[in-house]
Structures are given as structure tokens and as C-alpha cells.
């Protein structure tokens, strides 16, 4: 049986562990009779994880790195094996080791999953090993280094520059689009309905495109507080995301108290921010490098993303 839409996202132990538990116990506990004590150990609040899920935001695969570059609990569902979740999986967690600056990752393969790795690349390391009453080896891979073949001496931190304010659509927009032009990395988006008079905009449109194109690794997250007003319509945000499933990420807020939320905000990784008091209004006020106030609207996004759903509607993926 073929089903292939799935996407990826990063998984946070403390907000994602249910479903990760959920995998992991169907596969290793219930599948292989792993102990639940030795399956759920303490290094998982320590490792970065990955989750897939399917369309319905439903969990059906997950793994993870430890600090030191182990890659495991690597589980699919059965209804979704042999449709390369696996090796999306593995990909994801390559992909965060190289931009970790680690050399090699390991894994311990039980000798079913042998293959699985040899095909990535990895060599057999050791003898035959028992774990958890199932023989293992120990597989290896030397990672190549992202390329940072041009390096240039860093930059002084540019002066702080005070906030200023917004009345219209147009500073908003001109606004907007320096902040994603002066973007390193990452941008940060929280709205309403992305406003389709602002991101609509075919100057912001290809700007984004450009963030993402640009840099390996980096992407655009946004948390849409009313997604059903973008249903059956066409946005050309939403279908950049879907042309570009990798670098971006969309969720909607679940909880009453975010819900409630009036304001909207962009930021960059390079300390600028755009707050407006209300988010169908273009009022406010925006800095392209104010530091505390970008960290302070970063740490209420990160705040309402954890406890965020995954917006799957908007991600049309086939991997």
C-alpha cells in the first residue's frame, strides 16, 4: 500500500512526547517486547528529535541524535513502512549533525536494520552485541562538513536602532521586507490570516523564496492564528510552502489563551522585529536591530509554538 503524504518537523521532547511515545511504544515495545523502563530513558529530554506525520498530523514515525552524535529510536509505523519514511528520517538527523559541526554519528542497528544503514553510507563497527535481548552493531558514518569554504572575518554587532512607528500598509511593507532581506538564517512570522494585503505581496513573496533558497538549514516558521480564513483560497505564501516543504513551517494555535492573542510580529536572526497591536491592523512599530525586543517576541513564539498544532493542511507533501 502506497501512501505517501507525510512531512517532517523537528520534535520537542517536553511538547511532542505523547506522540513520540506512541510510535516508539507501538514499535519497540509492543512489536519487539523492549521494556518500557529501557525503551523511555533519561537521555531522551536531552536529544533533538524528529517526528513524521501524515496529513492528518497524525504521528507515524520518529528519531533522534544525542549531543555526541548517536542516532536512534528510529521507528516507523507499520502501515507507513516501505514508503522511505525511514530514510527521511535519517536524513533529517544527518542533516542536524553536520549543522551540529559533529564528524561521525553511530548508530546501534539491530541486524534487521543493517541495510537501512549501509545504503546511507554507514560501516560496520565491532562485533555482534546484545541489547535489550536483540542483537545489534555498532554502524558509523563520517559526516562531510557543510560547506563553509568562504569564511569571512565576523562583522561588529551593529548599533541598536530605536523603534519606529508604523501607520500604514506601506511602511509595513517596506518594513517586512528589509527584515526578511537583512534575515541570516531564519524568520519568524506571527499573524492572523497572513494578511493577503502584506504577504501577499509579490516583492515579499519572492524575498521568502530567497531566504529559503539561500541558506541550507534555515527556513521561515509561522504560527497562523486563524488558519480556517485561508481555506479554499489561494495564497502565494502557502503555495511557496508547499513548493519549498523544507524550509518552512506552519502551526495554529490550540489553547484558548493564544487563541485570544490580537497582535502580530515578524522577526529575524538578526535582532530586528516588526510588532503590530493589532494583527488586521498595520499600527505599530519595528526596529532592524533592537535585541531585546526581538527576544522578548521570540520567547512568547517559541512559548505558543510549543504548544501549537502542526497546520498539515497547508503541506501538499509527497517524499
Not at 38 to 44: G, H, K, S, T, Y
Not at 303 to 309: E, I, P
Request: one cysteine or more; glycine letters at 6%.
Amino acid at each position: 500500500m502506497q501512501i505517501t503524504d507525510y512531512y517532517l518537523e523537528p520534535a520537542n521532547h517536553a511538547a511532542d512526547f505523547a506522540d513520540l511515545r506512541l510510535i516508539r511504544q507501538e514499535v519497540f515495545v509492543d512489536e519487539q517486547g523492549i521494556a518500557p523502563d529501557i525503551e523511555f530513558d533519561e537521555l531522551d529530554r536531552h536529544c533533538h528529535h524528529v517526528i513524521a506525520r501524515d496529513r492528518q498530523s497524525r504521528p507515524i514515525g520518529t528519531g533522534r541524535l544525542t549531543a555526541d552524535g548517536k542516532i536512534g529510536r528510529m521507528a516507523v509505523l507499520r502501515d507507513w513502512r516501505g514508503q522511505r519514511v525511514g530514510q527521511s528520517l535519517l536524513r533529517f538527523l544527518l542533516e542536524k549533525a553536520r549543522r551540529l559541526g559533529l564528524e561521525t554519528v553511530s548508530a546501534n542497528a539491530q541486524l534487521a536494520a543493517l541495510d537501512f544503514y549501509r545504503k546511507a553510507g554507514f560501516v560496520a563497527e565491532g562485533e555482534v552485541f546484545m541489547e535489550a535481548g536483540i542483537p545489534h552493531q555498532i554502524m558509523r558514518l563520517s559526516l562531510q562538513p557543510l560547506d563553509n569554504t568562504v569564511r569571512r572575518a565576523a562583522k561588529p554587532a551593529p548599533e541598536s536602532v530605536p523603534a519606529m512607528r508604523l501607520e500604514t500598509l506601506e511602511s509595513a511593507s517596506a518594513a517586512t521586507l528589509q527584515l526578511i532581506n537583512d534575515a541570516r538564517r531564519q524568520l519568524t512570522i506571527y499573524s492572523r490570516d497572513l494578511e493577503y494585503s502584506l504577504y501577499g505581496q509579490a516583492e515579499i513573496v519572492e524575498a521568502l523564496k530567497q531566504l529559503a533558497l539561500r541558506n541550507r538549514g534555515g527556513g521561515v516558521s509561522i504560527i497562523i492564528q486563524e488558519p480556517a480564513n485561508l481555506r479554499g483560497q489561494t495564497h502565494p505564501v502557502l503555495e511557496l510552502a508547499q513548493r519549498l516543504t523544507s524550509h518552512f513551517q506552519i502551526r495554529a494555535p490550540v489553547e484558548s489563551e493564544d487563541l485570544q492573542y490580537q497582535s502580530a510580529f515578524v522577526l529575524n536572526d538578526n535582532g530586528g522585529y516588526l510588532f503590530r497591536l493589532l494583527g488586521n491592523r498595520f499600527e505599530g512599530h519595528w526596529s532592524p536591530n533592537l535585541p531585546p525586543k526581538n527576544r522578548s517576541l521570540l520567547e512568547e513564539f517559541e512559548r505558543v509554538w510549543q504548544r501549537s498544532r502542526p497546520c498539515s493542511e497547508f503541506r501538499a507533501l509527497g517524499l
